[in-house]
């Protein structure tokens, strides 16, 4: 089994920057893809960032070139750095990877960010 745990989120103000991390337990082989969703209030969970396994990123149009995504090979931690916030960035943000054999979706508890004066 596998275990993720974020950290880093908290209050900052518009145009400042914060540094989500995530910590991978467990069966560290079968994590290959991990991404960062983000869920904020009344809305839907959204795909914010990915990489796989050799390292290639993918990025929601919100927050390309803003946003950067980065990872530890193997991959015992995630991290997701955020420049130039936004408050429409303010979500609970989830760390997430889909095991390699058996599919299971595996997620963190979240870390809130808040963006506000």
């Known amino acids: 089994q596998v275990q993720l745990v974020e950290s880093g989120g908290g209050l900052v103000q518009p145009g400042g920057s914060l540094r989500l991390s995530c910590a991978a337990s467990g069966n560290i082989p079968q994590i290959k893809t991990m991404d960062w969703y983000r869920q904020a209030p009344g809305k839907e969970r959204e795909l914010v960032a990915s990489?796989?396994?050799?390292?290639?990123?993918t990025y929601t149009d919100s927050v390309r070139g803003r946003f950067t995504i980065s990872g530890d090979n193997p991959r015992t931690a995630l991290y997701l750095q955020m420049n130039n916030l936004r408050p429409e960035d303010t979500a609970v943000y989830y760390c997430?990877?889909?095991?390699?054999?058996?599919?299971?979706?595996?997620w963190g508890q979240g870390t809130q960010v808040v963006v506000s004066l």
């Open positions: 990489i796989t396994a050799r390292g290639a990123t």
């Open positions: 997430h990877t889909k095991l390699f054999i058996t599919s299971e979706d595996i």
